[in-house]
């Protein structure tokens, strides 16, 4: 590469509970520059997380985090014509970064009424190791073994 790395920034931490990982989630949420919305909807979720299961809401997302974020994932790569799915390792911030795009993605598409309580309710499937997020993160585990054969086309 010609150009230098860009600079990692570092993210300040939130308001309320002074972690850096929640601001990142938040910014995830954010949907038209809205932050103050995204915290809303996340402090919101937290809190009914915490009423449900009786326990510190941030530790109830931060398992629920750590259930869904895969360690491989599957590229696509061309060789000889033929197209080959590899399955290769994630670096640890691409890692909590599909962990945390799953989870809201997949919350999102609930039947709940409002996005804190959709939040809430994935939040607490992928706590429980079910839901949808958990199940992609299954699903993308089981495709990597089954294309186990072809690591050694790894790039």
Do not use: C, W
Not at 80 to 103: C, D, H, W, Y
Not at 127 to 148: C, I, L, P, Q, V
């Amino acid at each position: 590469m010609r150009k230098s790395k860009p600079k990692k920034r570092n993210t300040l931490p939130d308001p309320r509970f002074n972690d850096p990982m929640v601001t990142l989630f938040i910014n995830n949420i954010m949907l038209r520059g809205k932050k103050s919305v995204a915290f809303q909807i996340f402090y919101d979720a937290i809190d009914i997380v915490g009423e449900r299961t009786k326990e510190d809401g941030l530790e109830v997302f931060r398992k629920a985090l750590a259930n869904v974020t895969p360690s491989v994932e599957v590229r696509s790569r061309r060789i000889g014509g033929a197209t080959f799915q590899i399955p290769t390792e994630i670096r640890p911030s691409r890692k909590l970064s599909v962990g945390m795009k799953n989870l809201i993605g997949f919350s999102r598409k609930r039947h709940e009424k409002s996005m804190s309580q959709k939040l809430a309710a994935e939040i607490m499937a992928a706590y429980k190791e079910e839901g949808s997020a958990f199940k992609k993160k299954e699903d993308t585990h089981r495709m990597a073994e089954a294309n186990k054969a072809f690591s050694h086309f790894r790039f």
